[in-house]
């Protein structure tokens, strides 16, 4: 894709368009996406998911991210490197 854009055939990387055009721009840090999430992030989604009854949906709805990556951070399938 970024051989296309540079010679011209391509859109610009990182960002996904829809019918109306751009709709998002995806940042990239070393040739990977920068996470949405922060650490303190993270710890504050364990901690409300474990000691609170807010919902999942809430918490995804409050941070911009998907009600699976909710899920994964809780059951430490993503961000395992946070304790």
Same mark, same amino acid.
């Given at each position: 894709?970024?051989?296309? &854009? !540079?010679? /011209?055939?391509?859109?610009?990387?990182?960002?996904?368009?829809?019918? /109306?055009?751009?709709?998002?721009?995806?940042? !990239?840090?070393? /040739?990977?996406?920068?996470?949405?999430?922060?650490?303190?992030?993270?710890?504050? %989604?364990? !901690?409300?998911?474990?000691?609170?009854? %807010? *919902?999942?949906?809430?918490?995804?709805?409050? &941070? /911009?991210?998907?009600? *699976?990556? %909710?899920?994964?951070?809780?059951?430490?399938?993503? &961000?395992? *490197?946070?304790?």
């Amino acid at each position: 894709m970024r051989a296309l &854009y !540079y010679k /011209g055939r391509g859109r610009a990387f990182g960002t996904k368009t829809q019918e /109306g055009g751009p709709v998002e721009t995806v940042e !990239y840090r070393a /040739g990977r996406r920068v996470p949405k999430l922060t650490a303190d992030d993270v710890r504050d %989604i364990r !901690y409300c998911l474990a000691n609170t009854r %807010i *919902s999942q949906r809430a918490l995804a709805a409050e &941070y /911009g991210v998907a009600v *699976s990556t %909710i899920n994964n951070v809780f059951q430490g399938k993503t &961000y395992r *490197s946070v304790v």
